[in-house]
Structure formats: structure tokens, C-alpha cells
């Protein structure tokens, strides 16, 4: 056993016995906390279905006031995010400091982009009065009841624009991290935890673009 | 430390094919919207967002390679999200079955129907 005490990295918490067991955990950790964060959005995608189910004409033609160009750029920018997260994990799995750092940047680069999208299509809705519930003052939309589409829109966008900026504060915590030389090819746990949070922030856009801004 | 057992490392190639199969799929959905495909346009987009899903949580959130206790919790997370919405749906659907229920809005004196005819017979609400 000294000789096992002895060979044990720093990075190795006392109350694991293995590297192995110390990621696994992790891992399990983690996708327990990503399961809650699928029934958070879950909730929120319960209510689009009942309120759609009810009004399948007025959501037809309140989505129309969407902008689908750049609703579609902003899809585009979260999946070549997504391979940025997912390189910079594979680089740092290479021992690659340098890519790895890079890749992390260029996440929270294109990160950024999509706030900034986000920013300038709220702040047109904001314009036109296109406000969830009693704030709705717009009237192009026909059908009863257009406000309950954008309380829609604005609650599943809103609450994945938080996770959005959650996910940078993270990646930004994990990047100064590895600037200070605490991550190489042995130990990168928290690298690939953050990555897998901001998979699942692309993972619920994935479903939020068709949803609200492709409606057939 | 002999057996120490090393993460899957995959090969470049892997991530920017799934990358581009992402886009390509965006691309399709996108055009299928403007397509009317009689009703089908809704489930169509949900597959292809499936698809696109499936792909990254197997390649670029890893759960192909992982141990498969990972994607039992993530399949679980999908399960119950199905059930919750299913379960909804069958009430909310069926109620015009047991009530007297039409479209109509919630509050007929709301700012947004000033300029539009209201169907003042329509039910109250929900």
C-alpha cells in the first residue's frame, strides 16, 4: 500500500482509490445533472406542445415574425462551436496545450456571436412590442392569443441564453485553468465536463430552431 | 498504474465529419420548411433534429465510447421527457370530448386585438 500511496498524482482526491474511478464519477456526476437539466427544458418543451396542439394556426402565423436567417446562422454558429468544444478536448487528450487553448477561444468566440444575434433579434421584438404575455402590445398577428407564443419563445430562448452565458463563465474558468498549466493528457476532467455542458446547451438549440422558427 | 486505462482518442476526421453532417442536416430542415408536406412538416423537422442529436451526444459528447451506464442516464432523461409530454397531450387533446370548448381568446379586451373582429361567441378560455 505505501508503494500505491506513493505513486498517487495530485490531482487524485483522497476519497478515490483510482484516476479511473475519480473520472468515471465524474462522468456518472455529470450526465445526473445534465438528466435534470432535460426535464428543466423538458417542462418548458411540454408547454409548446400543448399550446401548439391548441393553436396550430396562430403559432403558424405569429412564427412568421421569426427571422429564419438568422435563426439559421445562429444554428450554424452553435454546432461549429460544439466542434470547437469537442477539439479542444481532443487536443488536450494529445497533450496539445497550444490547439487546445486555441479551440477553447475560438468556443467562446462563436459563443459570443450567438449572443450577440440573440441581442439584436430580442431587441427587434422588443421594438415591435412582440413581449410574452401582458407586456404583448403588437398587432400583426392573426389568430387569438399571439402573445402565448412569444412568452413561449421568449421563456425557452430566454432560458437557453442563460445557459448559454453560464456555459461561458465556465468555459472562461476552465481556460484560465489551462493557462496555468493544470491540465495535460493524464488529467482533464474538467475540460470534458464543460464540454459536455455546452454539447447539451447545442443539443436543446437543436430542437429550439425547428420548433419556433421552421414551422411547416 | 500497468493497467492504466487510456480515454477513447479519436481521430480528427471523426469530429468534422459529424460537424459536416450537422450542417447539411441544418440545410435540409431549413429547406424542408419551406416545403408543405401535408402535416408531416412537424414531424419531419422533430426527426431530423433527433438525427442531429443523436450524432452529437454519440460523437461529440462521447457516449458511444463510454461506459454504458452514461447513456442508460441520458436515455432515461429522453424517456421521461416522452412520458411527460405523451401523458399531457392525451388530456389536453381529449378534453373538447367532455367539455364544450372552442378557440378563443383569453382576454377579448387585449390591446393586440384593437385593429382585429373578435368572435365575441368564442368560449372564455380554456
Known amino acids: 500500500m505505501s508503494d500505491h500511496a506513493a505513486n498517487r498524482p495530485e490531482f487524485l482526491a483522497h476519497h478515490f482509490s483510482t484516476v479511473e474511478q475519480q473520472r468515471d464519477s465524474a462522468k456518472l456526476g455529470m450526465w445526473i445533472f445534465l438528466l435534470t437539466e432535460i426535464l428543466l427544458f423538458g417542462g418548458l418543451f411540454c408547454a409548446y406542445s400543448v399550446y401548439r396542439a391548441w393553436h396550430p394556426d396562430m403559432f403558424y402565423n405569429a412564427h412568421k415574425f421569426l427571422n429564419v436567417q438568422l435563426g439559421t446562422l445562429n444554428t450554424v454558429v452553435l454546432i461549429t462551436s460544439s466542434l470547437t468544444m469537442a477539439l479542444s478536448i481532443r487536443f488536450i487528450q494529445v497533450n496539445d496545450k497550444k490547439k487546445a487553448i486555441l479551440f477553447l477561444v475560438s468556443t467562446l468566440i462563436f459563443a459570443s456571436i450567438f449572443l450577440i444575434v440573440k441581442y439584436f433579434e430580442y431587441s427587434h421584438k422588443f421594438h415591435l412590442g412582440q413581449l410574452p404575455g401582458k407586456y404583448y402590445t403588437f398587432n400583426g398577428v392573426e389568430g387569438s392569443n399571439p402573445h402565448i407564443f412569444f412568452s413561449i419563445y421568449f421563456a425557452m430562448t430566454g432560458l437557453h441564453g442563460i445557459h448559454i452565458i453560464a456555459g461561458m463563465i465556465v468555459l472562461v474558468w476552465v481556460l484560465v485553468k489551462m493557462i496555468n498549466n493544470n491540465f495535460s493528457a493524464e488529467y482533464y476532467t474538467p475540460v470534458e465536463m464543460a464540454g459536455l455542458y455546452w454539447h447539451l446547451v447545442d443539443l436543446v438549440w437543436i430542437y429550439l430552431f425547428p420548433l419556433l422558427y421552421l414551422i411547416g | ?126
Open chain 2, 1 to 126: 498504474m500497468s493497467e492504466k486505462h487510456k480515454e477513447h482518442i479519436l481521430p480528427l476526421k471523426v469530429y468534422l465529419g459529424v460537424a459536416a453532417a450537422l450542417m447539411f442536416l441544418t440545410a435540409i430542415t431549413v429547406a424542408v420548411s419551406f416545403v408543405d408536406l401535408g402535416g408531416w412538416n412537424a414531424l419531419v423537422a422533430v426527426g431530423i433534429a433527433t438525427f442531429k442529436a443523436l450524432l452529437v451526444a454519440l460523437f461529440f459528447m462521447h457516449l458511444l465510447y463510454d461506459k454504458k451506464i452514461n447513456l442508460f442516464v441520458f436515455s432515461i432523461s429522453l424517456i421521461m421527457v416522452g412520458v411527460f409530454i405523451t401523458l399531457t397531450m392525451f388530456d389536453t387533446l381529449r378534453r373538447a370530448d367532455l367539455y364544450d370548448i372552442t378557440d378563443g381568446p383569453i382576454n377579448k379586451n387585449a390591446k393586440m386585438y384593437e385593429n382585429m373582429p373578435v368572435d365575441s361567441t368564442a368560449g372564455e378560455h380554456h
